[in-house]
């Protein structure tokens, strides 16, 4: 009776034990599972931020990307853009000039133009980059006109034609840079203009010497 006794205690006691481990199983199981689940959140989390700081960094890198905007005045822009392609006619028909023409001062005169003509492009073209102007790349569709005549002039009639042109040319361009000394706002492109004038005032005067010559 007593043996009966004692092994009912030791199975009593052997179920508690049983189920006090169960417990602290299940507890340490809970554990590590919400463990795994906030180390889980928390990569997430900072998966998001390192997302998150890249979209930033993008945005800012595209935010910082400027363009160029002169802000010069419209009408000395424009004055520029005539200069611009005045002078690359010059320099073209000076070519044909240089290589056409049957008198000696013509041909010298279409050298000279060629000569001058390709420095005060070069001045204008740099001043136009610090200004943030952008010229033109080609003459108007005059200048091609007249360069397309006298291209097919006979050689006679060659000589008289281009410096004729060159007269009227360069009296129209005396005028429009002695305006513009006075008129343009902007110093640095006065100082340009200012400092060109006497070279094409020179040019005046050495075509109408030179058409009357031929006369």
């Known amino acids: 009776m007593g043996s009966m ?8 006691l052997f179920c508690a034990l049983a189920l006090t481990a169960f417990a602290c199983h299940k507890e340490s199981t809970e554990n590590t599972t ?12 900072d998966t998001s931020a390192t997302t998150s700081t890249i979209d930033t960094s993008g945005t800012s890198t595209s935010g910082t990307t400027s363009t160029t905007v002169s802000s ?6 424009e ?7 005045g ?7 000076g070519q044909i000039a240089s290589s056409k023409a049957t008198n ?3 041909k010298a005169f279409g050298d000279r133009m060629v000569t001058d003509h390709s420095k005060l492009n070069d001045g204008l073209k740099q001043l136009a980059q610090t200004k943030g102007v952008t010229l033109p790349a080609d003459v108007d569709q005059a200048s091609k006109d007249t360069a397309d005549k006298l291209t097919k002039a006979s050689a006679k009639a060659f000589d008289k034609e ?5 007269v009227t040319d360069h009296e129209k361009d005396v005028k429009e840079f002695e305006k513009q000394s006075k008129a343009a706002k ?9 400092n060109s004038l006497p070279t094409l005032q020179d040019h005046l005067k050495m075509a109408k010497e030179t058409k009357s010559k031929l006369k």
């Not at 006794?5 to 009593?12: A, D, G, L």
């Not at 919400?34 to 989390?45: C, E, G, L, P, R």
């Not at 010069?72 to 822009?77: E, M, N, S, Y």
Request: without cysteine.
């Open 186 to 194: 902007d110093p640095d492109l006065k100082t340009w203009v200012t």
């Open 104 to 106: 000696a001062d013509v």
């Open 5 to 12: 006794k004692t092994h009912r205690w030791i199975f009593v």
């Open 87 to 93: 002078g690359m006619a010059e320099v073209s028909l």
């Open 72 to 77: 010069l005045d419209p009408a000395d822009q």
């Open 79 to 85: 004055f520029m853009t005539k200069a611009a392609q």
């Open 34 to 45: 919400t463990t795994d689940t906030y180390a889980t959140s928390s990569s997430a989390t």
């Open 162 to 166: 281009y410096i004729s042109d060159m």
